[in-house]
C-alpha cells in the first residue's frame, strides 16, 4: 500500500504561537507533497504544493510567510503555521502520491488545529 | 482545471448497490478521473481513478460515458461504513494538484 502519516492529530495552542504539522510517506518515496485546508462543512482546500529539495508553490491567496513549508527529504513534508490566530483554526491535511499504475493519492489523518 | 457537478446528497438502503453520478462535459483528453471518499473528521481515502475505460477495484467500479462527460462511481453492496463525502476530481495529465469541489454526501439507510 501507500502509507502517509501526520503528526499531531489535533493541537491547541495560544494566540501568537507556532505550530508544526508533520507529514511523513511511510512506505514509498514523495518528491511532492501537497498541503490542504478544510473549514468545518466546506471541502478540501489546497494551500500549497511542497517539493523536495526545492521552494514549495503556495495558491493564489496563501500568505507564504504564515504557512512555512519545509520539504527536506523525500518520505517529509513540515508546514509551520506561525504566530498562529484563532482564523487559522482549521482541519489540515496532506497528501502525496506513490507513481505507478493504479495509485491515487493518500491523504494523511488530517490535523485538527484550534488557536485559542 | 475542468468542472465537476455532483449531486449535493445521495441516500440508499444498506446492501443495496450505489450510483453516484459526476458530471464533466468540459473534461479534455489528458484528464484522469478520479474518485475519493472522505468520513467525518478523517482525511480523504482514495477510492478509484480512471481515464477512458471502465475500472473495477476492491472496493468500487468506475463506468466512464464513452464521451467521457460523465462518470459513475458504483458501490455494489452499499454498508454502513459507506457513509461519507464522495468527491469527483478531474487531474490533468501532467499536472499533479488536486482541486476538490463539494462532493456527494451519501447516506446509508439501515
Known amino acids: 500500500g501507500a502509507v502517509v502519516s501526520q503528526h499531531p492529530s489535533w493541537v491547541i495552542c495560544k494566540s501568537g504561537t507556532s505550530v508544526k504539522i508533520e507529514c511523513r510517506s511511510l512506505?514509498?518515496?514523495?518528491?511532492?507533497m501537497f498541503w490542504y485546508r478544510q473549514f468545518p462543512k466546506q471541502s478540501l482546500m489546497l494551500m500549497a504544493t511542497?517539493?523536495?529539495?526545492?521552494?514549495?508553490?503556495?495558491e493564489q491567496g496563501v500568505e507564504k510567510d504564515k504557512f512555512l513549508i519545509n520539504h527536506a527529504s523525500l518520505t517529509l513534508s513540515t508546514l509551520t503555521v506561525t504566530s498562529a490566530h484563532p482564523e487559522d483554526s482549521s482541519f489540515y491535511i496532506c497528501?502525496?502520491?506513490?507513481?505507478?499504475?493504479?495509485?491515487?493519492?493518500?491523504f494523511g489523518s488530517g490535523t485538527r488545529l484550534t488557536v485559542v | 482545471d475542468a468542472k465537476t457537478t455532483q449531486p449535493n446528497s445521495m441516500e440508499s438502503n444498506e446492501e443495496e448497490p450505489v450510483h453516484l453520478p459526476c458530471n464533466h462535459s468540459t473534461i479534455s483528453g489528458t484528464d484522469y478521473i478520479h474518485w475519493y471518499r472522505q468520513l467525518p473528521s478523517q482525511g480523504p481515502e482514495y477510492v478509484i481513478h480512471?481515464?477512458?475505460s471502465n475500472v473495477n477495484n476492491r472496493m468500487a467500479s468506475l463506468a466512464i460515458a464513452e464521451d467521457r462527460k460523465s462518470s459513475t462511481l458504483i458501490l455494489h453492496r452499499a454498508t454502513l461504513r459507506d457513509a461519507a463525502v464522495y468527491y469527483c476530481i478531474l487531474r490533468r495529465g501532467g499536472n499533479e494538484k488536486l482541486t476538490f469541489g463539494t462532493g456527494t454526501r451519501l447516506t446509508i439507510i439501515p
Open positions: 511542497s517539493n523536495e529539495g526545492s521552494k514549495a508553490t503556495y
Open positions: 512506505d514509498f518515496q514523495a518528491t511532492t
Open positions: 480512471g481515464l477512458t
Open positions: 497528501s502525496a502520491r506513490r507513481t505507478g499504475l493504479g495509485y491515487g493519492y493518500t
